[in-house]
Antibody
Framework: VQLQESGPGLLKPSQTLSLTCNVS??????????WSWIRQQPGQALEWIAN???????SYNPSLRGRLTISLDTSKNQFSLNLRSVTAADTAVYYC?????????????WGQGTLVTVSS | SYVLTQPPSVSVAPGQTATIPCGGF??????VHWYHQKPGQAPVLVVY???DRPSGIPERFSGSNSGNTATLTISRVEAGDEAEYTC???????????FGGGTKLTVL
């Protein structure tokens, strides 16, 4: 299973960040797993952003709710994230990951990550 | 929300044993997962559910969890083990994952 992020690299403040995660070796049309975005701001801990499910409503980090939309494209076997009204604080490496539901969910595997810089 | 605390760095000589702690209130009641991450690479799951290893992870990697501390132990440390190690749990109160700040393992 491999995940690969794609994104713009550089954005200006107030723009919308659009990221896509292409999945190979597994199908996003599964109820065995779900799919997540996680980011790491410079010098900070990993931060969960959002989940999308084949069946069920997406879930979002409350601190980012209102600016986020996550979606699943089963025809392309990928999932995407939109983050609106970005600021410099959204500068981070963004990872996509497959979430494994267990007694406590974990992430395996992850994409390589894509660096997003927000700067005027 | 739930907080996980890790030391910024741990150093160990090759062939020795590295122990990386992850502190959290009553963390022993939660399942803890561990990832390693090398610069420019994707995080990789090395231990899940406190002490289970995904396929492909050497037996040198083990985990334990009790009380307020979970621990990742790496036996017979090799130069290739040098990476940042991060713990993760599920915050049931807020229904989302929480990650520790990461510990950089340096192999002397």
């Amino acid at each position: 299973v491999q995940l690969q992020e794609s994104g713009p690299g550089l954005l200006k403040p107030s723009q919308t960040l659009s990221l896509t995660c292409n999945v190979s070796g597994d199908s996003v049309s599964t109820s065995n797993h779900y799919w997540s975005w996680i980011r790491q701001q410079p010098g900070q801990a990993l931060e969960w952003i959002a989940n999308t499910y084949f069946s069920g409503s997406p879930s979002y980090n409350p601190s980012l709710r209102g600016r986020l939309t996550i979606s699943l494209d089963t025809s392309k076997n990928q999932f995407s994230l939109n983050l609106r009204s970005v600021t410099a604080a959204d500068t981070a490496v963004y990872y996509c990951a497959r979430a494994v539901a267990g007694s406590s969910d974990w992430y395996h595997p992850w994409g390589q990550g894509t660096l997003v810089t927000v700067s005027s | 929300s739930y907080v996980l605390t890790q030391p910024p760095s741990v150093s160990v000589a090759p062939g020795q044993t590295a122990t990386i702690p992850c502190g959290g209130f009553n963390i022993g009641s939660k399942s803890v997962h561990w990832y390693h991450q090398k610069p420019g690479q994707a995080p990789v799951l090395v231990v899940y559910d406190d002490s289970d290893r995904p396929s492909g992870i050497p037996e040198r990697f083990s985990g334990s969890n009790s009380g307020n501390t979970a621990t990742l132990t790496i036996s017979r440390v090799e130069a290739g083990d040098e990476a940042e190690y991060t713990c993760q749990v599920w915050d049931n109160s807020n229904d989302h994952p929480v990650f520790g700040g990461g510990t950089k393992l340096t192999v002397l």
